[in-house]
T-cell receptor
Framework: GAVVSQHPSRVICKSGTSVKIECRSLDFQATTMFWYRQFPKKSLMLMAT?????????EQGVEKDKFLINHASLTLSTLTVTSAHPEDSSFYIC??????????FGPGTRLTVL | QKEVEQNSGPLSVPEGAIASLNCTYS??????FFWYRQYSGKSPELIMSIYSNGDKEDGRFTAQLNKASQYVSLLIRDSQPSDSATYLC???????????FGTGTRLKVLA
């Protein structure tokens, strides 16, 4: 399968700071990437669709000014959680659409906001 | 009615048995169907995709799709304890990469 990486895998930050998470497709180009979050023992929740060269499309209830998404190249999308608060603590996972039209997921980033 | 429904489980099967996981969906415009496996604390891993009615086999896994009845299933033959995980069903309409995920079925394979 196609390989997607995420960095960092784990981050702990203080309340009020911003955190940037990178998602890279390593062996293919991805016009479309997705960002999800998942709380413990809960299902995946789609946050936004990231399209290379255009603005991200956010799901209902997701604040675009809080979760900034940039998809500047065909292999990289970034999610920045701005002014993070403890309720933003979660498991953030990206996925990239491969040429096979299948989504492949990154390993996820566990964010803890103190 | 949820768009994609799965029994949350846990589904417990003995080692070596066949595990049968089921998923129903409500949107008749759905054209692409996927099964992912997610271990606790990890991200989902694609197991299989299926697009046409019938069976598709890959190793110990068989996906079955019936669009008329709007269900897709995953069979795991010779289940192993390492298969214990949550299995997510995902569905997409034609022309979109956006998936609708079920809440997942937790599978326990007992040694």
């Amino acid at each position: 399968g196609a390989v997607v990486s995420q960095h960092p895998s784990r981050v702990i930050c203080k309340s009020g700071t911003s955190v940037k998470i990178e998602c890279r497709s390593l062996d293919f180009q991805a016009t479309t990437m997705f960002w999800y979050r998942q709380f413990p023992k809960k299902s995946l929740m789609l946050m936004a669709t990231s399209n290379e060269g255009s603005k991200a499309t956010y799901e209902q209830g997701v604040e675009k000014d809080k979760f900034l998404i940039n998809h500047a190249s065909l292999t990289l999308s970034t999610l920045t959680v701005t002014s993070a608060h403890p309720e933003d603590s979660s498991f953030y996972i990206c996925s990239a659409v491969a040429p096979s039209n299948e989504q492949f997921f990154g390993p996820g980033t566990r964010l803890t906001v103190l | 009615q949820k768009e994609v429904e799965q029994n949350s489980g846990p589904l417990s099967v003995p080692e070596g048995a066949i595990a049968s996981l089921n998923c129903t969906y409500s949107d008749r415009g759905s054209q692409s169907f996927f099964w992912y496996r997610q271990y606790s604390g990890k991200s989902p891993e694609l197991i299989m995709s299926i697009y046409s009615n019938g069976d598709k086999e890959d190793g110990r896994f068989t996906a079955q799709l019936n669009k008329a009845s709007q269900y897709v299933s995953l069979l795991i033959r010779d289940s192993q304890p390492s298969d214990s995980a949550t299995y997510l069903c995902a569905v997409a309409r034609s022309g979109t990469y956006k998936y609708i995920f079920g809440t997942g079925t937790r599978l326990k394979v007992l040694a």
